[in-house]
């Protein structure tokens, strides 16, 4: 019996934009604090955090940048989630991606 030959769908991807907001990497310092004691040479090693995180700008001002990295969007709208208010004078760099 011969093989039938199966014939290729016309399947173009199309690259639809969900949501308004563009997609950063933000590195930013953070605050580190302990409350346990320490020497010296323990405190003199303290340094500050540099957390990254990736997502969707919500807002930019000048005084911050809102975050989020999960979002669900249905017919009533978009729900947001991962979110986080970063101080702009606490960011190091951001990156579009």
């Given at each position: 019996?011969?093989k ?8 173009k991807i199309?690259s639809?934009?969900?949501?308004p ?22 405190f003199?090693?303290m ?8 997502g969707?700008?919500?807002e930019?001002t000048k ?6 990295a999960?979002?669900d969007k ?18 190091i ?5």
């Amino acid at each position: 019996m011969p093989k039938r030959r199966r014939r290729k769908r016309n399947t173009k991807i199309k690259s639809v934009k969900d949501i308004p907001y563009t997609k950063y990497r933000v590195d930013w310092v953070d605050a580190i604090s302990e409350s346990d004691w320490a020497d010296e040479y323990e405190f003199d090693k303290m340094t500050l955090a540099t957390p990254v995180n990736e997502g969707w700008v919500y807002e930019k001002t000048k005084n911050y940048i809102k975050l989020f990295a999960s979002y669900d969007k249905d017919e009533e709208g978009i729900t947001f989630g991962d979110r986080i208010a970063i101080p702009r004078s606490w960011v190091i760099k951001m990156t579009k991606i």
